[in-house]
């Protein structure tokens, strides 16, 4: 990206906050990330609505945050990144976009939701493949323009969903598409870079009614992904050592999660 050398504010951008409230996402992530000397903020979106105009409610909050931003994003709120960008004035202050969970390639689950949410509608495979055909050139182009980096963590279960309402739809999700954060595939989340890996279901990720060892391991991912979005650790390799979990609860990956389609 081109501008300011200065270290950019990290934006936590959280998933749909329909039956939520969007302040209640990411539980003592931002203190976390604070103490660990980032600067750090969050965009709320409450309610339900199309990609598109959940996009531009995100871009407004977004344009009011001074400097460059490093976007760290939930579910739906990396489409919601994704689609911001689409817009030169915004996308030339931005600096990185890094993902968790979210559904890039769609979730077959969001075709029984669209029954009742409008945000949904614009989740299903179907509309994915719409969305990168549409749209997947000027985001390419404006992700080339203004060297936006782009980075994913890929959550996956190996075992049951811990959080009991996502225990039916893991059970349906691995029969259809294999692992999942219980509401979205692993192959559906991967975008750019594989930063980590980790064994915790969507709503541990989004710090939601998470035990605490859960939590710990959600602020060790959230943190690499900070980390990673700053280039901290390539400034200071020891940063992550406070925070770095067991190998087998989060792994961390390289390479291209997902070419652009």
Not at 140 to 159: F, K, P, Q, S, V
Not at 223 to 240: C, G, I, P, Q
Request: charged share 25%; proline share 7%; hydrophobic share 45%.
């Amino acid at each position: 990206m081109t501008g300011s050398p200065d270290p950019p504010t990290l934006v936590l951008v959280h998933g749909l906050a329909i039956l939520r409230r969007a302040d209640r996402m990411f539980t003592g992530l931002p203190e976390a990330l604070a103490a660990r000397g980032f600067r750090v903020t969050r965009a709320l979106v409450q309610g339900d609505g199309s990609l598109a105009g959940l996009s531009r409610r995100l871009a407004e909050r977004l344009q009011a945050i001074d400097g460059p931003l490093a976007l760290l994003c939930h579910s739906m709120g990396g489409l919601q990144a994704r689609q911001a960008i689409l817009d030169d004035a915004l996308a030339v202050r931005v600096r990185a976009i890094a993902t968790v969970g979210s559904p890039h390639a769609g979730t077959p689950l969001a075709r029984a939701g669209k029954l009742f949410n409008r945000a949904y509608r614009d989740l299903t495979p179907a509309a994915r493949a719409r969305w990168q055909e549409e749209h997947g050139e000027a985001e390419r182009a404006a992700i080339e323009r203004h060297r936006i980096r782009r980075l994913c963590a890929i959550a996956r279960l190996t075992g049951p969903a811990p959080s009991p309402s996502l225990r039916a739809p893991h059970a349906l999700l691995r029969l259809l598409d294999g692992p999942s954060d219980g509401l979205v595939p692993a192959t559906s989340q991967a975008w750019g870079e594989v930063v980590v890996e980790a064994s915790l279901d969507h709503l541990q990720c989004a710090m939601v009614d998470a035990t605490q060892p859960a939590r710990d391991r959600a602020v060790a991912l959230w943190m690499r992904l900070a980390e990673a979005a700053t280039d901290r650790s390539n400034r200071d390799e020891t940063a992550a050592v406070a925070t770095r979990p067991a190998p087998d609860e989060v792994a961390t990956r390289t390479g291209d999660g997902e070419r652009n389609r």
